[in-house]
């Protein structure tokens, strides 16, 4: 298993059900990454016996893997920490990818490291260092797997807070970047709403079309043609408009 595909995939997830969930069609707020009917995010206390077994489970896989010491370290480190990201204890995920990345410079597994460390603030309520950790996805790994959904994320935090000039440009990356075509469909057509919301209709209007005509499951179309046919009606392209019906 590549070391990237836990956490990307779970990234990656989260983000597909932002997409298909958490944005709703007729109102600008975005819901946070994590369900609001979820428990709590567990957090380490000495006495939460479940946090103890999962931790013994963890380190007793890592105890499975090559026996010299230093052979594969890195892998085991990134691993252990995904490992507690996957379990959602998000707060002692945190110090173990911390850890990663102080001790294993130049590795592979840094993007991952940091886009992963964003989801764990970001579903800790801790958005100033969600966002730190998600721009330096963008900053120094802009050609991972992980850019497009760190793009995604970044871009939602500030369309939840209604700065769509900040969210555009991050919409239009993460549409560009990110290969999974859910997360990139959800981009465009809230690229699209930041178009709108600035005041760009008409750019907006054609975004709207293109997304209206993105493949199955599509939770946009009705909307995008919907409106794409009110924006042109007001700008008198009646052709246009009777296109979307």
Known sequence: MKITSGP???????????????????QPEVRRARPVDEPPVPRALPADKSIDRALRSLKEDSSELPARETEGADRRQLEYANGLFTRKLYDLA???????????????????????LGECYRNLNRVSSARTNFQKVLNDYGD???????????AEMAFTEKDYAAALPLFHRSAAKSKESAVALSARY?????????????EAADIYVQVAEGGNPNPYREDARTTAASIFAARGRKIDALKQY
């Open 190 to 202: 809230f690229e699209a709403r930041c178009l709108e919301a600035t005041g760009r209709k008409e």
């Open 94 to 116: 945190i110090p173990e990818y911390q850890k990663y990345l102080e001790d294993y410079p130049g590795r592979p597994g840094r993007a991952n490291a940091y886009f992963s």
């Open 144 to 154: 991972s797997e992980f850019a497009g959904a760190a793009a995604y994320a970044l």
């Open 8 to 26: 990307a995939a779970l990234g990656l997830a989260m983000l597909l059900w932002t997409a298909s969930g958490s944005f709703a069609q007729s």
